[in-house]
């Protein structure tokens, strides 16, 4: 379950690029409820979606030559100049060099053994998202990978992750956890490519939580995302549905079950 601890490897923030921030920050407030405010020059346009004033994501204008639109998540580094290290140590590769944001922190951008793009963020006055766990909030993350040995063995090496694996028909799901937690920390899970064909290239998909997944998944689409995935619903779990907003970022929603009727892990 995602932490406003932070431990060191956990995800602390979440963000989206795209051309037309106008177009999409309609979207999401029609899913979500989020409002964007946009920042100003001295953080050189980044702006943060917001619900009731508290921050659920970041938010970034690009030029539609410079990169496709797609959610980026970020983890907690102790240290980025030292993750920069560990990155390359264990087969990834720097994307951007580590960068000052005013007094909040320092960030890094990078690519995994199998290319997927992920950040770091070292704390300063800024520790991480205001929502998390809620409606609205990021609530689950999973990494799509062509290789789960060699992705789980990265990020153990980069940020000390811990694995979980739990029994599910017609396989297991590995899940992942801080360093310092338990099974009760875990945050996400690394899926193998090849087992959902609604999966294009790997990448890591950000789970936001809703209160009705289907009226969610209906709300997409009348905004102008697509469903690429329709609702699923997994005892013990709830129910999620794959979707992209309308410049074609990828993500999912989740509508969890009650706590009584969630599952437990096992090692």
């Given at each position: 379950?995602?932490?406003?601890?932070?431990?060191?490897?956990?995800?602390?923030?979440?963000?989206?690029?795209?051309?037309?921030?106008?177009?999409?920050?309609?979207?999401?407030?029609?899913?979500?409820?989020?409002?964007?405010?946009?920042?100003?020059?001295?953080?050189?346009?980044?702006?943060?979606?917001?619900?009731?004033?508290?921050?659920?994501?970041?938010a970034m204008a690009i030029a539609a030559d410079e990169a496709?639109?797609?959610?980026?998540?970020?983890?907690?580094?102790?240290?980025?100049?030292?993750?920069?290290?560990?990155?390359?140590?264990?087969?990834?590769?720097?994307?951007?060099?580590?960068?000052?944001?005013?007094?909040?922190?320092?960030?890094?951008?990078?690519?995994?053994?199998?290319?997927?793009?992920?950040?770091?963020?070292?704390?300063?006055?800024?520790?991480?998202?205001?929502?998390?766990?809620?409606?609205?909030?990021?609530?689950?993350?999973?990494?799509?990978?062509?290789?789960?040995?060699?992705?789980?063995?990265?990020?153990?090496s980069v940020f000390g992750w811990q694995t979980t694996e739990?029994?599910?028909?017609?396989?297991?799901?590995?899940?992942?956890?801080?360093?310092?937690?338990?099974?009760?920390?875990?945050?996400?899970?690394?899926?193998?490519?090849?087992?959902?064909?609604?999966?294009?290239?790997?990448?890591?998909?950000?789970?936001?939580?809703?209160?009705?997944?289907?009226?969610?998944?209906?709300?997409?689409?009348?905004?102008?995302?697509?469903?690429?995935?329709?609702?699923?619903?997994?005892?013990?779990?709830?129910?999620?549905?794959?979707?992209?907003?309308?410049?074609?970022?990828?993500?999912?929603?989740?509508?969890?079950?009650?706590?009584?009727?969630?599952?437990?892990?096992?090692?």
């Open positions: 379950m995602l932490s406003t601890r932070f431990a060191v490897g956990a995800p602390v923030w979440a963000d989206m690029c795209a051309p037309d921030l106008d177009t999409v920050s309609d979207f999401y407030r029609e899913l979500f409820g989020w409002e964007l405010l946009r920042g100003g020059p001295e953080v050189g346009g980044y702006s943060q979606f917001q619900l009731s004033g508290r921050t659920t994501a970041g496709p639109p797609a959610w980026t998540l970020y983890f907690r580094a102790a240290d980025v100049d030292a993750t920069i290290r560990s990155v390359e140590q264990a087969g990834g590769r720097g994307i951007f060099e580590p960068t000052d944001v005013l007094d909040l922190g320092r960030m890094a951008g990078f690519a995994d053994v199998t290319g997927v793009p992920f950040s770091a963020w070292q704390q300063g006055s800024l520790k991480g998202l205001d929502v998390l766990n809620e409606p609205g909030g990021l609530v689950w993350t999973e990494l799509y990978t062509p290789d789960v040995a060699a992705a789980t063995a990265f990020y153990g739990m029994p599910f028909p017609g396989g297991t799901y590995t899940m992942v956890h801080p360093a310092d937690g338990t099974a009760d920390d875990m945050f996400g899970g690394v899926v193998p490519l090849d087992s959902d064909p609604s999966e294009a290239g790997a990448y890591w998909l950000p789970y936001f939580q809703v209160e009705d997944c289907d009226a969610t998944v209906a709300k997409a689409e009348r905004a102008g995302g697509s469903v690429r995935m329709a609702t699923v619903e997994m005892a013990g779990v709830g129910r999620f549905a794959k979707l992209a907003d309308p410049a074609g970022a990828r993500f999912a929603v989740l509508q969890p079950s009650p706590p009584g009727e969630q599952m437990e892990s096992s090692s």
